[in-house]
């Protein structure tokens, strides 16, 4: 088992089909021992059966990371339950909904500070609270997507907010690195998740990856969780700063994929109507 004897924090878990859900999945079946995050009472019931599942009901936390007394909270409960961490999760995002529709031009201040808040300083404020806790080894990984460096319709402040995300992962994998700590994000491809529902015809986004993908097909959240063992596991030992793409190789393309049809060459996108 690649992660035996590894203790964690995973935050974001929403429900069994997000992200976050796979890579807990996939630490837990190679040996770790986790501990998971809710936001509020709602998200709660539905965190708690997930942690029942992965045999660890005792080490459920409350977070809600535009609360900074959370973060102080946090990081003394997971002292006493864990003593030190090899691994944590970031996986949180947010940007108001009529942020993520119509001309980026309109994004109001007020939903730029918002969602540069929550989808990227809590990176920062969880990792600067829980520093105390990493023991040397330690990984940290965070999620984001292709809408960080390429225009995608609709993406548009979370964009914005992906990219100051990645940036942070590599001034965040130097300055830990003296501490052999390493930071890296996973770049995955669209998965129909509670928190993908917010964007405006997400489905379409769906459909359009996997005509285009090179191996036609969406990624699934097992096998971003997969990758994400990787990362955090001793497998990866020398690698820290990085984006890695787990997307079925979509962010190769440079322009639609196509089929011959008839002699013509037709947009795969079309054979899905």
Not at 58 to 79: C, G, I, M, R, W
Request: contains cysteine.
């Amino acid at each position: 088992m690649f992660m035996k004897d590894k203790k964690g924090l995973i935050v974001g878990v929403a429900n069994n089909r997000s992200i976050a859900y796979g890579i807990a999945k996939a630490c837990k079946e190679q040996g770790a021992q986790i501990g998971l995050t809710f936001l509020n009472e709602t998200l709660e019931k539905r965190v708690r059966p997930i942690a029942q599942e992965l045999d660890c009901p005792q080490y459920v936390y409350e977070l809600d990371v535009s609360k900074p007394e959370h973060f102080k909270t946090l990081a003394n409960n997971l002292k006493i339950d864990f003593g030190g961490l090899d691994f944590v999760v970031h996986s949180v995002a947010f940007a108001p909904k009529d942020a993520l529709e119509g001309d980026f031009l309109n994004t109001s201040k007020e939903a730029f500070t918002t969602t540069m808040q929550i989808s990227v300083y809590s990176l920062i404020e969880l990792v600067g609270s829980l520093q105390s806790l990493l023991n040397s080894g330690a990984s940290i990984l965070t999620l984001s997507y292709l809408g960080s460096v390429k225009y995608v319709t609709n993406y548009n402040v979370m964009g914005v907010a992906k990219a100051a995300l990645e940036s942070s992962v590599r001034y965040l994998a130097y300055d830990l690195g003296k501490r052999n700590i390493r930071v890296n994000a996973i770049s995955a491809g669209p998965i129909k998740t509670l928190a993908a529902s917010g964007i405006s015809d997400f489905n379409i986004m769906l459909k359009w990856n996997e005509a285009n993908a090179p191996l036609r097909e969406n990624v699934s959240v097992d096998q971003v969780g997969n990758s994400a063992m990787y990362l955090l596991s001793d497998l990866s030992s020398g690698v820290t700063g990085e984006i890695h793409y787990v997307d079925c190789g979509y962010n190769i393309m440079g322009m639609c994929a196509t089929e011959q049809i008839d002699g013509k060459l037709t947009p795969r996108f079309d054979l899905l109507k």
